[in-house]
């Protein structure tokens, strides 16, 4: 009578323990971040208005792409905790922390720091900013509009046809004037630059704008650059926008040459 039951629960048991193992296969910051309570894609827009939803990651980012009515707070700002804990306070909310996707850690490190300034009910919504928007169009902001239409988000496949090794950028750019430099004046005086690129930080749109508009009325590609390869994937974003059709990144940024100069000495 007894064996059917244990053997019931048994079972129960061993699917739990599967569908746990294939969570934290999914998404492998959980078991990392044991002191982080996921929250799920579906749970999240059932819950609009009841949390705070907050985006961790660089101010461009969120700019770019971002949920619909999120706070932005960068995980690197200045007393992130104490900030984080002063939002909770000020919204009466439970807060939710958020960046790219599966594979993105800045949204458990957010919450370990709002842990550690007090802040005890927080979530992390690991599944990140493309999978909800992909989800939920309407609830989601892409350059400042919404509804984003999924179809505009930029696939892995359509950012990396774009790369080109840093020998190879070189190689191409050596006839070329309208090279941009999109790293910040402290990173560029960290790791120098080449002689003939025009630096503009990625803040100052207008600036970028009209350098954009130079290259198109001179009917040549855009060549860009950033530090390590990863601020030109939301770049993207404003050239496709702006109608930009020839444009090419430096596969890992200014690192990535220099590296390269290193290993062929």
């Known amino acids: 009578m007894y064996r ?25 910051g959980r078991a990392l971040f044991v002191q982080s309570t996921p929250i799920e894609l579906g749970d999240l827009h059932s819950r609009l208005g009841q949390v705070t939803i907050v985006d961790v990651r660089s101010t461009y980012e969120f700019e770019t792409l971002h949920i619909k009515d999120a706070v932005h707070l960068g995980l690197y700002e200045t007393d992130f905790g104490k900030q ?21 850690y800045k949204s458990y490190k957010a919450d370990g720091k709002a842990q550690g300034a007090g802040v005890r009910d927080s979530f992390v919504f690991d599944a990140g900013v493309f999978e909800w928007t992909q989800a939920y169009p309407d609830q989601a902001v892409l350059l400042g509009k919404s509804p984003v239409d999924p179809a505009k988000l930029i696939s892995k ?48 749109t207008d ?51 220099f590296d390269e100069i290193i290993r062929n000495r």
């Open 4 to 28: 059917p039951v244990r053997r019931f629960f048994g079972t129960l048991l061993m699917l739990i323990a599967a569908t746990a193992a294939q969570a934290q296969g999914e998404f492998p």
């Open 84 to 104: 984080a804990k002063a939002l909770r306070e000020k919204t009466g909310k439970r807060l939710v922390f958020y960046c790219n996707g599966r594979t993105c």
């Open 157 to 204: 496949t359509d950012f990396e046809s774009h790369l080109l090794s840093p020998t190879d950028f070189l190689a191409k750019v050596k006839d070329q004037t309208l090279v941009l430099d999109i790293r910040e004046v402290r990173q560029r005086s960290l790791i120098g630059a080449f002689i003939l690129d025009t630096n503009i930080p990625l803040n100052d």
């Open 207 to 257: 600036a970028i704008k009209k350098f954009i508009a130079k290259t198109q009325a001179a009917k040549k590609p855009l060549f860009v650059y950033d530090m390590a390869g990863k601020q030109v994937r939301w770049f993207q974003y404003l050239l496709e926008d702006l109608g930009v059709k020839e444009y090419y990144f430096m596969r890992g940024g200014m690192k990535a040459y």
